[in-house]
Nanobody, 119 residues
C-alpha cells in the first residue's frame, strides 16, 4: 500500500523558514519522480516543485523559485522541501505526491502538512 506521510509544517512569521519532510513507503521510491504540491485556503491544488527519481533536474513554480529547494534521499525513502524567505501567500496545505508537474491532479499524495505564514 502506498503511504506518503508529510511533516514539518507549522506557523512561521514572514521571512522565516521551514523544512518539510515526506516519508514514503509501499512503492519503489527510487523509481519515481516526486513532487510537492500545495492547496492555499479556498483554492485548488497547485504544483510547487518536482524532482526526478535520481534527484536531478529539480523544477520550481515561479512563485517559489529561488526560495524553495526540493531534495530527496533514496536510501531513506524521504523527500524534502526547504522553504526560505516565506511569504504570507505561501500559506497552504502542502502535500508530497508521486510524479511530476505532468501528473496533475496528483491523486497519489499524502494527507498533507499545514504551513501558515503570518505575523
Amino acid at each position: 500500500k502506498v503511504q506518503l506521510v508529510e511533516s514539518g509544517g507549522g506557523l512561521v512569521q514572514p521571512g522565516g523558514s521551514l523544512r518539510l519532510s515526506c516519508a514514503a513507503s509501499g512503492f519503489p521510491f527510487d523509481e519515481d519522480a516526486m513532487a510537492w504540491v500545495r492547496q492555499p485556503p479556498g483554492k485548488g491544488l497547485e504544483w510547487v516543485s518536482d524532482i526526478s527519481s535520481r534527484g536531478t533536474g529539480p523544477s520550481y513554480a515561479d512563485a517559489v523559485k529561488g526560495r524553495f529547494t526540493i531534495s530527496r534521499d533514496n536510501a531513506k525513502n524521504m523527500l524534502y522541501l526547504e522553504m526560505n524567505r516565506l511569504k504570507i501567500e505561501d500559506t497552504a496545505m502542502y502535500f508530497c505526491a508521486i510524479g511530476s508537474y505532468y501528473n496533475k491532479p496528483w491523486v497519489r499524495r499524502g494527507q498533507g502538512t499545514q504551513v501558515t505564514v503570518s505575523s
